[in-house]
């Protein structure tokens, strides 16, 4: 194998050692070998690294039908026992019922394998595809320099401030520019110039290449998350995504670039036949706050454990009485739960955050020693964790709630804002 093979087989491996390290994939060298010949526009660097890498394992599962222990099973068994599952080496090398040693032969057979097939995927991978990845780096710096520099952002001020740039360029592609961005958002500490480019080329963007009849900047929250859209209406009721295929690709992943300095990442919503958003959303703090609701002390640690080097913040509460506190006054992004609580239970609980105007958009993970996810989804849980619970389950729920607290039916609209574009 050649020195370019043995760097991405290198790679590789360390992607998959902190595959759930997302702070640490976003900038991963992969990343910059995979996604400009693979780029996303609705996922954040390290998510999109991760999905590929998952992706790439799951084409070695040769099918339910092959016994776990069979050897050609092996290369998916360890991958998925080590890396997906977190399980310790010795722990999988149990389960195939191999030694140590041999376990680590092929482990290294299976990262082979694990190279090949994405060289076979991605052609430009094996070059390094520097040319691609060396286009967006004096961009990457020069964003990341100005991202240090930072204000609390009044969202409607900023969208007032771009409606009279963009006038011109829509009244001559016949596109209706207007803002449904309501006054007294929570405000992003982030870099007003960095945020203000992104929404100028995004609409920009849309103006002149795709066939719409409106363009609608819009604003909306979601536990920690606040996301600025740009609701597109088309002159057909066909929608030719904005976000995901149609358009300048390379101007999309500079914007995806800036606005991955900022923390944030770009989504695309289509919530009926010929309209569209791109929303981009961007966190109120830099780290979530978790919640962990369980009077286990030792949980709270593991669970701190977990989330270390994670964007994420956990904040114990031992009982309900002291969660719905620390609900009110630290709003955090997520809520995990255990049902068996001393005095007022978890049922309870649940039943208080989902009643109350103030918690109700919350997402809630259950975690507990109970099997009951479909009464607990019932009332108004979103996900439901089986304990003990794994750091990998963990944080793919927290990684979901996220998402399903901006995508979910029932989603909190800003005030006075109309929570889809004006029907025909």
């Avoid at 919530?271 to 962990?292: C, F, K, N, S, Y």
Wanted: proline residues 6%.
């Amino acid at each position: 194998m050649d020195t370019c093979q043995d760097e991405l087989g290198r790679q590789i491996r360390d992607a998959l050692a902190h595959l759930y390290d997302y702070v640490y994939l976003q900038r991963h060298p992969l990343a910059e070998r995979l996604l400009p010949a693979h780029a996303s526009t609705i996922r954040t660097r390290a998510q999109e690294l991760r999905r590929i890498l998952l992706d790439a394992i799951e084409s070695l599962n040769p099918g339910d039908s092959v016994p776990i222990r069979a050897l050609e099973r092996r290369p998916y068994a360890i991958l998925f026992g080590l890396y997906v599952e977190g399980r310790p080496l010795l722990e999988v090398a149990d389960r195939l019922s191999i030694g140590g040693r041999q376990l680590r032969r092929d482990r290294a057979a299976a990262f082979t394998a694990l190279a090949s097939l994405l060289r076979d995927r991605y052609p430009l991978v094996a070059s390094g595809n520097a040319g691609a990845s060396g286009a967006q780096e004096p961009l990457r710096l020069e964003s990341e320099r100005m991202a240090q520099c930072r204000e609390l952002i009044d969202l409607a001020d900023l969208v007032d401030g771009l409606l009279p740039l963009l006038q011109s360029l829509a009244r001559e592609h016949r596109v209706h520019l207007l803002s449904h961005v309501a006054l007294g958002l929570p405000q992003p500490y982030r870099n007003r110039t960095l945020l203000r480019q992104i929404l100028i080329g995004l609409a920009s963007q849309a103006l002149t290449t795709m066939p719409i009849s409106q363009l609608a900047f819009e604003a909306r929250l979601a536990g920690a998350l606040v996301g600025i859209g740009l609701g597109l209406r088309y002159r057909q009721k066909s929608s030719a995504a904005m976000v995901s295929g149609a358009g300048p690709q390379l101007e999309v992943r500079s914007l995806v670039t800036l606005i991955a300095t900022l923390g944030g990442s770009l989504l695309q919503e289509v919530p009926r036949a010929g309209e569209e958003t791109a929303w981009v959303l961007l966190p109120l703090q830099d780290e979530m706050v978790v919640l962990v609701v369980d009077d286990n002390q030792e949980l709270f640690a593991l669970f701190e454990r977990y989330l270390a080097g994670q964007p994420y913040r956990p904040l114990h509460a031992a009982s309900s009485d002291q969660a719905l506190a620390l609900a009110h006054s630290r709003n955090p992004g997520v809520i995990t739960l255990d049902l068996m609580l001393p005095g007022r239970d978890g049922w309870d609980l649940l039943q208080a955050l989902r009643s109350d105007p103030a918690t109700s958009r919350i997402p809630v993970i259950v975690c507990s020693v109970l099997e009951e996810p479909e009464l607990a989804q019932s009332l108004g849980a979103q996900q439901y964790l089986k304990k003990p619970v794994g750091q990998a389950a963990l944080l793919s729920a927290l990684e979901a709630a996220k998402t399903q607290a901006w995508a979910g039916e029932g989603r909190p609209a800003a005030p006075g804002h109309s929570p889809a574009l004006p029907s025909r």
